[in-house]
């Protein structure tokens, strides 16, 4: 069955970086997106980008640029999300969810598995 | 940004009750529109794709429909284990947006 897993909590003090992991099973690794979404209290669900695991090709939000970096190893089928400058609002719950649709369409659609989520604590 | 503004931001009904969430882009997004349902301490999960697509293994109970700038999310007949919060989502353009989400709780 498809499963996504990722990695365990993390607490780093403010303008660190954090790299958070996403193991798939189940499926095809290269033939779907995988998206990283965050959830916080106050702003909710916040769509981060993605990333292609077929080519790396990644597409990221606005709102992130310059500070997240995603990677895939593709022998390993485990995808990355390297978040920098951390401050006390990135304090959340940051998933990885695989989208519907294969990569061949190049559209994106739905998130139809989620991994387990990561709490990432920001504090000094 | 596309901004989602769902309706209600909570609710309360009984068991059997039909139950409606709306959902509004803020601009045309055609039918790339889905629906998550986020138990306490758990990740979100796929109910509805493509504004109308039931999920495979998803409860019947569940619907949803619409177009353009107007969404709704159908429980039909409530049952204790729908009691958690509900997001839509739009997949039409970047970045990705959801709405605030709708606690639904039994009373």
């Known amino acids: 069955q498809v499963q996504l897993v990722q990695s365990g909590a993390e607490v780093k003090k403010p303008g660190a970086s954090v790299v958070l992991s996403c193991k798939a099973s189940?499926?095809?690794?290269?033939?779907?997106?995988v998206h990283w979404v965050r959830q916080t209290p106050g702003q909710g669900l916040e769509w981060m980008g993605l990333?292609?695991?077929?080519?790396?090709?990644?597409t990221y939000a606005e709102k992130f640029q310059g500070r997240v970096t995603m990677t895939r190893d593709t022998s390993t089928r485990t995808v990355y999300m390297e978040l920098s400058s951390l401050r006390s609002e990135d304090t959340a719950v940051f998933y990885c969810?695989?989208?519907?649709?294969?990569?061949?369409?190049?559209?994106?659609?739905?998130?139809?598995?989620w991994g387990q989520g990561t709490l990432v604590t920001v504090s000094s | 940004d596309i901004q989602m503004t769902q309706s209600p931001s909570s609710l309360s009904a009984s068991v059997r009750d039909r139950v409606i969430i709306t959902c509004r882009p803020s601009?045309?997004?055609?039918?790339?529109l889905n629906w998550y349902r986020q138990r306490p301490g758990k990740a979100p999960e796929l109910l509805i794709f493509?504004?109308?697509s039931l999920r495979s293994g998803v409860s019947s109970r569940f619907s949803g429909s619409g177009s353009g700038t107007y969404f709704t999310l159908t429980i039909s007949s409530l049952q204790p284990e729908d009691s958690a919060t509900y997001y839509c989502?739009?997949?039409?353009?970047?970045?990705?947006?959801f709405g605030q989400g709708t606690k639904v709780e039994i009373k």
């Open positions: 990333i292609n695991p077929s080519d790396g090709g990644t």
């Open positions: 601009q045309t997004i055609n039918g790339h």
């Open positions: 189940g499926y095809a690794f290269t033939n779907y997106y």
């Open positions: 969810a695989r989208d519907g649709l294969d990569v061949s369409g190049s559209i994106w659609s739905h998130y139809d598995y």
């Open positions: 493509s504004a109308s």
């Open positions: 989502q739009q997949s039409h353009s970047v970045p990705q947006t």
